[in-house]
């Protein structure tokens, strides 16, 4: 029998954290408009308009909602693990892996398999060369880079849970302390290399803050907001950050790739400012529609992620094949097309949404046995796989195109194997046969 979003929301026990849930669906939204705003076609192919338009870039404080999708990620993670440390008696680390990446792993491998598909297509063809399809190739990617680093989250988070139940605040505080370390000898020193160090220390610090969510140690939002706000503005002021919190083309230094201590006070401010709407929205949430519908949406959101620059390739496609006026991005005329041009994006969104829907929906767990080590290595595999195709893309799959991930060198083939590879390891770890429920 099919479980619809009625049923879900009929069954939420009075106690789950309905607040937690609007986030994950707020932040992604978020991220998908940003997206569709800043793609701009121009003669010559994509650009981001927040590079066209440099007085823009103020909105990524508003519109760089990744850090609380990740500090989200902290709060639900933890309350996954003890749930099944309560109940499992057998390889709790494999199990744990499983059960958190099986909506995660699945939609993204069928997109990455979907788009490999048609990229062989398009090269065979000789089609590579068209004004949007190279650049689409190599953009379809990009946002592939969150899944990576949430799936770094996922493989840290039994020991980091254990350092935050242990030391609270200061297990926060030492991995804040650790990215301004690293910043320290990045821009100070000029040490090679260890910025990509704040791949970890940033997001799992963002991380942490949801394991004190869960545990109700975030008692001074205001306070915690404040303080973020202010030590963003002072490092983007005085220091060598740039305004944007999001990465721009041509700039020395970005917020983001690698993560900088100024992006980490910008999530300390958006965390203090969601915790501080947490009450006035709890009301909202009870009501039945309003529940429904972010339960429908919580279904469906990494399908929608996935997906959302797909649908707005195919609208700027449409537009040059039928032959209609593409203004120069930032002008009243191209303004003028935003409204349409997002709401066609939407449509085309939610009809991907109805095909590829049912690879996110949870599955029985496979009766296949496994370990701890075996799902450490498919986790490995996976993360370094999609994390290196996000920096490919899919252009040139048959000519050896690559790239170099730090110090790893990886093409697209290369990468998708490991994904798939690691997927395969993370299923099998996760045995129903091996993890026997008490009682």
């Not at 939204?29 to 308009?49: K, P, Q, R």
Request: proline fraction near 7%; hydrophobic fraction near 60%.
């Amino acid at each position: 029998m099919t479980v619809t979003a009625r049923d879900l929301a009929a069954a939420t026990p009075a106690t789950r954290d309905r607040w937690v849930d609007l986030l994950r669906v707020a932040s992604l939204g978020t991220v998908v408009l940003g997206h569709w705003l800043m793609a701009a076609v121009a003669g010559d192919g994509i650009g981001n308009l927040l590079a066209l338009v440099p007085p823009l870039r103020v909105l990524t404080w508003g519109l760089q909602v990744m850090p609380v999708f990740f500090f989200v990620g902290g709060f639900a993670h933890a309350l996954s693990y003890r749930s099944l440390a309560r109940r499992a008696d057998g390889p709790l680390y494999a199990a744990f892996l499983r059960a958190r990446l099986q909506r995660l792993l699945r939609p993204t491998l069928v997109f990455v398999l979907a788009w490999t598909a048609l990229a062989l297509v398009v090269q065979l063809a000789d089609l590579d060369g068209g004004r949007l399809t190279g650049a689409a190739l190599r953009l379809v990617t990009q946002p592939l880079w969150f899944i990576g680093i949430h799936l770094a989250m996922v493989a840290f988070t039994p020991p980091l849970l254990r350092l935050h139940e242990r030391h609270g605040w200061a297990a926060f505080a030492a991995l804040a302390g650790a990215a301004a370390l690293v910043d320290v000898l990045r821009f100070a020193f000029g040490v090679p290399y260890v910025e990509f160090l704040n791949f970890a220390f940033v997001w799992l610090a963002v991380h942490q803050l949801g394991f004190l969510r869960a545990d109700g140690r975030i008692t001074r939002p205001a306070v915690l907001a404040a303080a973020g706000l202010a030590g963003a503005v002072l490092l983007v002021a005085a220091g060598p950050y740039p305004l944007s919190m999001v990465g721009m083309p041509g700039e020395k230094v970005s917020n983001m790739a690698p993560p900088t201590l100024a992006l980490l006070c910008h999530g300390l401010w958006l965390v203090g400012a969601v915790q501080l709407l947490a009450r006035p929205a709890a009301a909202l949430l009870e009501r039945p529609r309003v529940w429904r519908r972010v339960v429908a949406a919580n279904g469906v959101a990494m399908t929608v992620f996935l997906w959302h620059l797909t649908a707005m390739l195919g609208v700027y496609a449409a537009q040059l094949a039928l032959g209609l006026a593409l203004p120069e991005p930032a002008t009243a005329a191209w303004w003028a097309q935003v409204p349409p041009r997002i709401l066609l994006a939407a449509l085309v969104t939610a009809l991907l949404v109805a095909c590829f829907r049912r690879f996110e929906a949870p599955v029985p767990a496979a009766p296949t046995p496994g370990s701890g080590p075996v799902a450490a290595l498919g986790i490995t595999l996976a993360l370094l796989g999609i994390l290196g195709l996000s920096l490919t893309g899919l252009g040139g799959i048959l000519d050896g195109h690559g790239a170099t991930l730090i110090v790893l060198p990886l093409t697209a083939p290369t990468a998708i194997g490991m994904a798939l590879a690691g997927a395969l390891l993370v299923d099998r770890s996760g045995s129903a046969r091996r993890v026997r429920l008490r009682g």
